[in-house]
T-cell receptor, first 115, second 114 residues
Framework: KAGVTQTPRYLIKTRGQQVTLSCSPISGHRSVSWYQQTPGQGLQFLFEYFSETQRNKGNFPGRFSGRQFSNSRSEMNVSTLELGDSALYLC??????????????FGNGTRLTVT | GENVEQHPSTLSVQEGDSAVIKCTYSDSASNYFPWYKQELGKGPQLIIDIRSNVGEKKDQRIAVTLNKTAKHFSLHITETQPEDSAVYFCAAPQSPNSNYQLIWGAGTKLIIKP
């Protein structure tokens, strides 16, 4: 079975621009979660989508948004980029039956650098 | 809500020795505690987990222990090898009722010295 695929692997953007990151989950997985990882803040939960609906949301500003398509693929968008948005963005897929019943399978992330 | 603290932030051990990483949690109702390993350039990967109805779980050189009274759980790695070098994260459910999301520890960078 193919793992979670995130594209692109690396991205360099300028302040004020917007960016879209893509995530293809493991076949059969209906839940996709997004995380921001920085050296100082660890793994910060952005949001989770399940069957095309946002089911959970973390404490991030509205500049961070996402969506999920009918094939479970997901995209994350960040508008009006700030220097502090530089981070590794991780996507994780699961069967979506709760954290204790459905282990997360992570992709290798998209490294976003904002200059 | 749940809060998870993880210690130490960095751990350096000699190859062949044991390593122990500890996490404490705040919600006594939490019932599921996974450990993830993140190798350089990769996403985290689940290596072992434990539920609140057991006190210990082992998988070859890796074990996790749970102390519900003290509200802490620990990862034990014995006979460490170079491939054990990575960042390790513990986690606990955001809400035992929803069980949908995990609250993560800050991570421990494990360095295995040859």
């Amino acid at each position: 079975k193919a793992g979670v695929t995130q594209t692109p692997r690396y991205l360099i953007k300028t302040r004020g621009q917007q960016v879209t990151l893509s995530c293809s989950p493991i076949s059969g997985h209906r839940s996709v979660s997004w995380y921001q990882q920085t050296p100082g803040q660890g793994l910060q939960f952005l949001f989770e989508y399940f069957s095309e609906t946002q089911r959970n949301k973390g404490n991030f500003p509205g500049r961070f948004s996402g969506r999920q398509f009918s094939n479970s693929r997901s995209e994350m968008n960040v508008s009006t980029l700030e220097l502090g948005d530089s981070a590794l963005y991780l996507c994780a897929s699961s069967l979506g039956q709760g954290a204790s019943n459905s282990p997360l399978h992570f992709g290798n992330g998209t490294r976003l650098t904002v200059t | 809500g749940e809060n998870v603290e993880q210690h130490p932030s960095t751990l350096s051990v000699q190859e062949g020795d044991s390593a122990v990483i500890k996490c404490t949690y705040s919600d006594s109702a939490s019932n599921y505690f996974p450990w993830y390993k993140q190798e350089l350039g990769k996403g985290p990967q689940l290596i072992i987990d434990i539920r609140s109805n057991v006190g210990e779980k082992k998988d070859q050189r890796i074990a996790v222990t749970l102390n519900k009274t003290a509200k802490h759980f620990s990862l034990h790695i014995t006979e460490t090898q170079p491939e054990d070098s990575a960042v390790y994260f513990c986690a606990a459910p955001q809400s035992p009722n929803s069980n949908y999301q995990l609250i993560w520890g800050a991570g421990t960078k494990l360095i295995i010295k040859p």
